[in-house]
């Protein structure tokens, strides 16, 4: 990051005060920082210490009022190599999403012709809520680059999306980021230093729903967290991602994942079918039903009064869509399954490993408190061959999804 220049823009959250761990590693990584915040952001964070780690003045006002003298918010927008907004609340994203210009973080923004990122974090409710995801859309339309949040117990209490990624992290993706450019300004080709720019990933997420009739299915409680995290992970390091994903509420937020909503295993598989091909990479995160009913009915099914009190359904197999896709598998494709078992744990998947002709298989013991269906974090074991089996702490299921990223960086031709 020699030479690079970071303009950081803070508005005023609880994680602000992870910037200044992150203006250090910049600057200890050779970047020049320049700090603009909100006058709220120094509620959190005091302009001293960013400007002591930053080595540079810290600018808030549009002018000084002791002297008048004026903030230049275009020159700051054109010194910038990258502009990255962190935390960005939703109060700015609003007002940023709308132009509004009422602070010198926001003029600065407008003046801006350098990429610009934000790192959105806030409350669980804030983020859900459709004005603040619709805010979002407009950013990435305006070519602002989102960072989804990290998932996990935010300030309020309240579990879920909404904290702002470790400094570290960000970091790491800042430098990414410009190794990447650097090269593509040498080579004309955009992006390529990402470990995984240029490669297609398919994934599947999230439970399947085989109806019994118009009105009933047999479905799981699979969240899709895990799944969506991955795809996440994967568009991070430059991958674009194919998300096949069963009925579940929570989107990706990444701009470099596609998301396909299906329904059925039959569904799924006819999804996964039609883009495998063309993938570099394929995941199984989905909680796929291992059987349907035979025959769904038309109508609604009728509680039968003059019958006996048991019903007796008849199921069939939904096609194993990982051991298919394993089958098809050509050299120089991947293709990593999920094992979640109760007994036997690394001897099972390392059968499920062989049977399936996986390259990698995830394995989660549901024998962990925390691990599982639902729940934000994630005990995982990486096996690849009886050789290569390694055992994870228990850890956020966005940082477990870095972990497989990472693995699968490394496996890959
Ligand atoms: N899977 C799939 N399609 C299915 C069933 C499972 O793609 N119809 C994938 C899952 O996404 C997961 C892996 O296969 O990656 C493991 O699934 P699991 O149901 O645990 O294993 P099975 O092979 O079905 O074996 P068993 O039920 O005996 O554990």
Redo the contacts with the bound molecule.
Sequence with gaps: MKDKRILLGISGGIAAYKMATLTRLLVKAGASVRVVMTEEAQAFITPLTLATLSKNPVLSRLYNPVDGTWHNHVELGLWADLMLLAPATANTLAKMAAGAADNLLLTTYLSARCPVWVAPAMDLDMWQHAATQRNLETLRKDGVRVLPPDAGELASGLSGPGRLPEPEHLAALVAQWFAGEGLASSSSDSGKALPLSGKKALI?AGPTYEALDPVRFIGNHSSGKMGIALAEALAELGASVVLVKGPTNLNSRSAQVRELAVTS?GA??EACSEHFAQSDIFI???????YRPERPSNQKIKKKEADSDRMTLTLVK??????E?GKRKKPGQLVV?????TENEVE?ALS?LE??NLDLIVLNSLNDAGAGFGVDTNRITLIENRNRIDNFPLMSKTDAARTIAQRIVDLLP
Excluded: H, S
């Design positions: 599947t295993a799924m598989f199984a995160a989905a909680a796929v039903a291992d939904t096609t194993d869509i990982l051991a896709m399954g999920f094992a979640l078992e099972n499920k049977r399936k």
